[in-house]
């Protein structure tokens, strides 16, 4: 039998996008899904369009909760989900037809601990498209640490910080939940816990299968990264999950990670500052 994967989606306020992000899912080439939308308690049409679906689809599952928040809807549905594997889908987002079955296939080779696929950026206010995480990334080395290889792709690579255009197992991925008391960082700590328990390799598929809509991000989200405190927080955060006596090379990688946060909280600054 084909593996089950469960898709969950948090929604909030996203009528505008979520017909396109839905239909894009019910459409994929791998039929076998569990695709569970958790209304966040959304005031726009949200909800109405999730129970349409639902109707149409027995393999949605509509939920609707008092608004709580992203980690909150995710944790419901990681509560909620049957699967044999798990990806998280952003309702003002969209995936390519592919998305499941090209993220599946590394599974069948064994040793996998989590897939990752390329991006495409729908540059919403500049209206083009951007192709992004497609070129080639050099794979652990036989006697590199698997937390320096993950500070390496932390370095590198912003997909790691964030839950979207990956495919988790799912024995693994339901042990672990989203942080509901936080707004900044909680992907990022949801995904290092995950790698930490998870056997096997993280495996790239180089193909631009998850299509991000840059632009639509919430206000929650824009004032949290212009905190420095919050940046603090999470690097304390990933020194914890190091541990106690961290190698030469994972020193040099967390200390390169914290360059690239300062860099990235300074950017965010500029944003906020040009509205």
């Known amino acids: 039998m084909q593996s089950k994967v469960s898709i969950i989606v948090p929604i909030y306020n996203t009528e505008k996008y979520l017909k396109t992000c839905l239909d894009s899912i019910v459409n994929q080439t791998y039929k076998n899904l569990e695709v569970i939308l958790v209304d966040d308690g959304s005031t726009d049409n949200s909800g109405k369009i999730i129970d349409e679906y639902a109707k149409k689809d027995s393999r949605i599952k509509a939920i609707h909760q008092k608004n709580a928040g992203q980690s909150a809807a995710r944790n419901i549905g990681l509560k909620k989900a049957t699967g044999d594997f798990i990806s998280f889908i952003d309702s003002d987002d969209r995936v390519d037809k592919d998305f499941i079955s090209e993220l599946l296939a590394p599974y069948q080779n064994g040793n996998t601990s989590i897939t990752v696929c390329g991006r495409h950026y729908e540059m919403l206010r500049q209206k083009y498209r951007k192709t992004v995480f497609i070129s080639y ?53 949801y995904v290092l816990d995950y790698l930490k328990k998870a056997p096997g390799e993280i495996k ?42 961290p190698s030469l090379r994972e020193r040099f990688w967390l200390h390169a990670v914290h360059l690239r946060w300062r860099v990235s909280y300074v950017r965010s600054k500029r944003r906020a500052a040009r509205g």
Do not use: C
């Not at 405190?229 to 999470?234: E, G, K, L, V």
């Open 204 to 245: 790239f598929v180089l193909k631009p299968l998850y299509i991000y809509n840059y632009g639509t991000e919430g206000s929650t989200i824009k004032k949290s990264s212009i905190i420095w405190s919050n940046w603090q927080a999470a690097y304390k955060n990933l020194k914890s999950w190091l541990g106690p006596q």
């Open 137 to 189: 990334i050099r794979p652990r080395r036989k006697h590199e640490s698997k937390k320096a290889y993950i500070l390496f792709l932390m370095t590198i690579d912003g997909r790691m910080y964030s839950a979207i255009d990956k495919i988790f197992r799912a024995d693994i991925a339901k042990k672990i939940k989203f942080n509901e008391s936080i707004n900044f960082s909680e992907d990022t700590n």
